[in-house]
């Protein structure tokens, strides 16, 4: 069972403008939800994260908004640049209680167009 | 500190064949993980320990996987006649108690099974 799903495989975007990332997850129990990017032969690198008792995390050019009721965050990336042409994950936790293990979703090939 | 060091970079063996990698974590940090990752998928959660105790394991690591973190330090991660369907990325990733900045992952092992 895939608990935590980023549906949109690709996206494409101009040099400039926003770039909006999906996720969404089904376990209740997450309480922790992380964002990571990933360039090829490389190790997956942390970008943001958020607690389930905000909705709204902010770093720079990345914001995380996190919807508990209906199990849903997404990233947005203001302005984008073609350096942030990457794979993008979700992860999610359920806390130190699950040993902060991460479970994360299938990614988000994101190309931004000069 | 130079971050996560993964060792071999890449490993391609024959199906029956022996393989361990290594971790070399961040010093500071007493929770390490191993993930793997196959072409177009997230990382998937194999195992992790806390200091020198393993205390998961994913049920993805079959009784062929062995992982050890002798004294807390690094940590190996063994594969028993390999098969073909081992073929994968293996990602090590170290962290503090919290999950605010997140894991840092190194730049992984991979595997080709032929």
């Known amino acids: 069972d895939q608990q935590v799903k980023q549906n949109s495989p690709s996206l494409s975007v101009q040099e400039g403008r926003i770039s909006i990332l999906n996720c969404d997850y089904t376990?209740?129990?997450?309480?922790?939800f992380l964002w990571y990017k990933k360039y090829p032969a490389e190790g997956p690198t942390f970008l943001i994260s958020?607690?389930?008792?905000?909705d709204k995390n902010e770093d720079g050019r990345f914001t995380v908004f996190l919807n508990k009721s209906a199990k849903h965050l997404s990233l947005h990336i203001v302005p984008s640049q073609p350096g942030d042409s990457a794979v993008y994950f979700c992860a999610a936790s359920a806390g130190v209680a699950a040993g902060n293990k991460l479970t994360f979703g299938g990614g988000t090939r994101v190309l931004v167009k000069p | 500190d130079t971050g996560v060091s993964q060792n071999p970079r890449h490993k391609i063996t024959k199906r029956g064949q022996n393989v361990t990698f290594r971790c070399d974590p961040i010093?500071?940090?007493?929770?390490l993980y191993w993930y793997r990752q196959t072409l177009g998928q997230g990382p998937e959660f194999l195992t992790y320990?806390?200091?020198?105790?393993?205390?998961?394991k994913s049920r993805l690591l079959s009784d062929r996987f062995s992982a050890e973190r002798p004294k807390g330090s690094f940590s190996t991660l063994e594969i028993q006649r390999t098969e073909q369907g081992d073929s994968a990325m293996y990602l090590c990733?170290?962290?503090?108690?919290?999950?605010?900045?997140?894991?840092?992952f190194g730049s992984g092992t991979r595997l080709t099974v032929v």
């Open positions: 320990f806390q200091n020198e105790a393993q205390l998961e």
């Open positions: 990733a170290s962290s503090g108690l919290g999950l605010t900045e997140g894991y840092t």
């Open positions: 376990n209740s129990m997450f309480d922790y």
């Open positions: 958020i607690s389930s008792i905000k």
């Open positions: 010093s500071e940090h007493n929770r």
